[in-house]
């Protein structure tokens, strides 16, 4: 149940967050350029509701990728990530309001909660790229959306980052895992705290020369994030 809680808190508090934007706010650049935060609220809508469809369908054989080798390079290819931009800007121009996304992504991730809550953990879907997981492994996967793409939103609307302590537990989790024992005690040595590492694993803040450096010398690999 742990990943349930983490995907549960994470989006309850962006849905408090975009209950309280104004139209200005919805209208402002991210740093997912061409997205601004309607574009980018929809986005991160529409993922966490994948999750409906996908437990409608037939559970496929068996499961061959865990969350870490769903952000996979692939992903971001670029006739796969133009697809994704394109999506985002007319499902984000399809709400006539700031409120109308807000509302819709409250219920969107509440019915995808309870979807979630009525099946096994070890349940198997299908993703939209053909990947078949465990149920558990792709909400790990929400969870990562919801939280680095709240990093992007709390930067675009001027806020300090909201990561929720259960979402920060899971997806600091998912990049040790990611980075193996080569990346044993390395947010220690750097004195990174969880949100430190994952803004910077996942290429939110930027890494300074030393950190950089030890990260080469240590050939830490962490997953491809957009």
């Avoid at 508090?13 to 402002?28: C, G, H, I, K, M």
């Avoid at 309607?38 to 369908?57: E, Q, Y």
């Avoid at 979807?115 to 997981?133: C, F, I, N, Q």
């Amino acid at each position: 149940m742990l990943v349930r809680d983490a995907f549960a808190a994470e989006a309850g508090r962006l849905s408090d967050v975009l209950a309280e934007l104004t139209e200005a706010d919805q209208l402002r650049p991210t740093g997912c350029p061409p997205w601004n935060v309607r574009d980018l609220a929809a986005h991160v809508r529409t993922g966490a509701g994948r999750v409906i469809g996908m437990l409608a369908a037939p559970a496929p054989p068996g499961a061959e990728v865990d969350a870490a080798d769903y952000f996979g390079p692939a992903k971001f290819a670029p006739e796969t990530d133009a697809a994704r931009v394109d999506t985002a800007r007319r499902e984000g121009a399809e709400f006539d309001s700031g409120r109308a996304l807000a509302e819709d992504f409250d219920r969107t991730w509440r019915a995808a909660y309870a979807a979630s809550a009525k099946a096994e953990p070890d349940r198997l879907v299908r993703t939209r790229h053909g990947d078949p997981m465990t149920l558990d492994e792709f909400l790990v996967t929400r969870v990562v959306e919801l939280g680095v793409h709240g990093l992007d939103l709390a930067s675009a609307l001027g806020r300090e980052p909201w990561l929720t302590t259960p979402a920060a537990d899971l997806i600091s989790g998912l990049l040790d895992r990611a980075a193996g024992a080569a990346g044993a005690g390395l947010a220690d040595e750097l004195g990174w705290d969880r949100l430190t590492l994952i803004a910077k694993a996942t290429g939110r803040w930027p890494l300074t020369d030393a950190e950089r450096a030890e990260i080469d010398r240590r050939d830490v690999r962490w997953p491809t994030f957009g």
